[in-house]
């Protein structure tokens, strides 16, 4: 082999010896940057024949998992992009009509039966070597506020979705979190559609409704 | 002086047979089958619809994708002209009814759910004849041995043996869509060990196991679907080698 030769060969294994560390490292630290990507389906459920208003507060607009802790450093999930998709997705599917309000009361002029506001109570996140399982799990916890036109809160129930995704010999840690937390995002959305006619609170304000409905119909 | 130098052994004819003898041996895949025939089904009709699905509520696994799809493939290329839904597909367009929170557990839900006349619209527009819940998962059971590996500016290599033995365990259910009454349950569990010698170059010498129980499950199925109302219950195996221990026939939930 000829000098230049055996310099390049030399080269050539300093970089492979460069990258391998470089990898070494990358896979070794535990900061995330993730921005979550979700995809809802349209939900198959009938439409209940109510203007709903929804109002998305400041606060549940612009959550952002956070974490800085000895295992999770530098931890930033930002998921409110796929949030506001869940909810901008299925609550048409699930009502006559949706109109976006500015606050949990209804605007002068502008006609809602009801306004749901929804809120983030928690998020929580596990990791396979933390729970010795081969599974990449996500927990989210919403409340669900829904509000008179005038305001006054008819009532609130939590909703959680749960997701997992399988630790495959090649799945990223972003990509496994990723997936569970869109199948906890979808859980959230099934939850909320087929849940929502059947919740006790919703019952109860649809019956006096029809009450106060025939009350003002009698003469 | 010119001499021809005296032929040595050849390391590939020697290596070639050890290698062949060593796949062969230990690569092997032992599955057992059991089954249990339920109401006789009628043989899927040409354009009727079959949709696997995973089951995905246990918290301890996740029914592997790759596996599913690895079935619903086998069944619609078993040349039995049987159409099978992917389970993505069918899963999104049913949204939300088949979440893992929210899939009827029995064909009693199914039949519940049928009261929905979005839900019975949709499903029946797909012509389906036939769900197959599949649960379960491949795990490696047992490692053994050490690999270690090196590399340096002069090159690299390996050296060591490595062993581990992998074990599926599947249950397929099927329900009858039109009849809303379950069809046959198949289990199947197959177990296999790998392993990688490594001289310099590591030669992985793998089980297929998830393969192996992926197919006897999508031939049975495929049987299932295709046969007369004659069989009540069969319970077999099917393996490379002799099975561990004697099969017995599931009972019925």
Same mark, same amino acid.
């Given at each position: ?39 809802i389906p349209t939900p198959v459920v009938t439409r209940m024949p109510l203007v709903m208003g929804v109002h998305f507060s400041?606060?549940f ?22 949030r506001l998709a869940l909810f901008r997705q299925v609550l048409p599917s699930m009502f006559k009509e949706v109109r976006d309000v500015p606050g949990t009361k209804a605007p002068?002029g502008v006609h809602v039966d009801a306004i749901i506001s929804p809120e ?22 919403y409340k669900i506020q829904l509000y008179r036109p005038d305001g006054k809160l008819i009532g609130e129930w939590?909703i ?25 995002m979808r859980?959230i959305g099934a939850k909320l559609s087929i849940g929502f006619p059947k919740q006790e609170v919703v019952q109860q304000w649809l019956a006096s409704r029809t009450?106060e409905y ?6 | 002086?010119? *001499? ?11 290596? !070639? ?13 032992? $599955? ?33 994708? /790759? ?28 949204y939300p009814y088949?979440?893992?929170?929210t ?13 929905n006349p979005a839900v ?16 379960? /998962? ?33 249950? !397929? $259910? ?15 569990? *197959? ?45 077999? $195996? ?8 004697? !099969? ?6």
């Amino acid at each position: 082999m000829s000098v230049s030769g055996k310099r390049k060969h030399r080269q050539f294994h300093e970089s492979l010896l460069t990258t391998a560390v470089v990898l070494l490292l990358a896979g070794c630290s535990s900061s995330l940057n993730l921005k979550v990507k979700t995809q809802i389906p349209t939900p198959v459920v009938t439409r209940m024949p109510l203007v709903m208003g929804v109002h998305f507060s400041d606060k549940f607009r612009n959550y952002v998992y956070q974490e800085n802790s000895e295992d999770r450093q530098n931890w930033h999930l930002d998921n409110s992009a796929s949030r506001l998709a869940l909810f901008r997705q299925v609550l048409p599917s699930m009502f006559k009509e949706v109109r976006d309000v500015p606050g949990t009361k209804a605007p002068a002029g502008v006609h809602v039966d009801a306004i749901i506001s929804p809120e983030v109570e928690d998020m929580q996140l596990a990791l396979p070597k933390e729970t010795y399982s081969d599974l990449y799990e996500a927990w989210i916890k919403y409340k669900i506020q829904l509000y008179r036109p005038d305001g006054k809160l008819i009532g609130e129930w939590p909703i959680t979705g749960y997701g997992k995704a399988e630790k495959g010999f090649f799945t990223s840690r972003s990509k496994g979190l990723n997936t569970a937390i869109d199948q906890a995002m979808r859980d959230i959305g099934a939850k909320l559609s087929i849940g929502f006619p059947k919740q006790e609170v919703v019952q109860q304000w649809l019956a006096s409704r029809t009450n106060e409905y025939h009350a003002e119909a009698r003469p | 002086m010119n *001499t021809t130098p005296k032929p040595g052994p050849n390391l590939v004819l020697l290596g !070639a047979p050890i290698l062949l003898a060593a796949l062969l041996a230990g690569c092997g895949s032992t $599955t057992v089958i059991n089954e249990y025939r339920g109401k006789p089904a009628a043989a899927i009709k040409k354009g009727e619809a079959v949709v696997v699905l995973g089951r995905r509520n246990r918290p301890d696994h996740e029914t592997e994708a /790759d596996f599913i799809e690895c079935v619903g493939d086998s069944l619609s290329d078993g040349g039995k002209d049987v159409k099978v839904i992917p389970e993505k597909k069918f899963i999104n367009s049913m949204y939300p009814y088949f979440e893992a929170s929210t899939a009827p557990m029995n064909v009693k839900n199914l039949g519940t759910l049928m009261q929905n006349p979005a839900v019975a619209k949709k499903l029946r527009k797909l012509n389906l004849r036939y769900f197959v819940w599949i649960d379960g /998962d491949t795990q490696t059971t047992d490692k053994k041995g050490t690999l270690s590996c090196a590399i340096g500016p002069g090159g690299g290599g390996c050296f060591g043996f490595l062993s581990w033995e992998d074990q599926s365990n599947y249950e !397929a $259910t099927i329900w009858d869509f039109k009849k809303l009454a379950l069809s046959g349950k198949i289990s199947a569990q *197959t177990d296999g060990t790998s392993y990688v010698p490594a001289v310099i170059v590591p030669i992985p010498l793998l089980a297929r196991v998830q393969a192996h129980a992926c197919k006897s499950m999508a031939e049975r199925i495929s049987q299932l679907l295709e046969q007369s109302p004659t069989t009540a219950s069969v319970t077999s $195996t099917q393996a490379d080698r002799p099975p561990p221990s004697p !099969a017995s026939t599931l009972e019925l939930e």
